[in-house]
């Protein structure tokens, strides 16, 4: 019965210590126009995989979902329509902070 108690102890432990390192984990950002090829981005400390009209970070830290990272990502992919992870998504006026300086004119022609 101790060994049962003390590996839910660890267990609970290392998911706690997981989670604070990952906070939301992934974040996601929905673009008003599609990416003309996939890409790959720096943004907020988090690497993301721009294909379409979506942009992911699989393994991001919670200063992630900022509007300076979103701004960051704007600024190489045009405007952001929707940015956030699990836990926590940006606002309408953190959006139109994020979009202030997005990519002019990016993939128009992608979507045609």
């Given amino acids: 019965m101790k060994l049962l108690t003390l590996a839910a102890v660890a267990a609970l432990s290392a998911s706690m210590f997981a989670g604070a390192a990952l906070a939301d984990g992934r974040v996601a950002a929905a673009l008003e126009a599609p990416v003309a090829a996939k890409t790959k981005i720096v943004a907020g400390g988090a690497v993301f995989v721009c294909d379409g009209a979506e942009c992911v970070a699989t393994s991001a830290p919670s200063r992630a979902i900022t509007a300076a990272s979103c701004k960051a990502l704007a600024k190489e992919v045009g405007r952001v329509a ?25 993939s128009q022609t992608a979507a045609n």
């Avoid at 929707?82 to 990016?106: I, P």
């Fill in 82 to 106: 929707a940015f956030g992870g699990e836990t926590k998504s940006l606002d309408a006026d953190d959006l139109t902070r994020c979009n202030v300086s997005a990519k002019a004119g990016v």
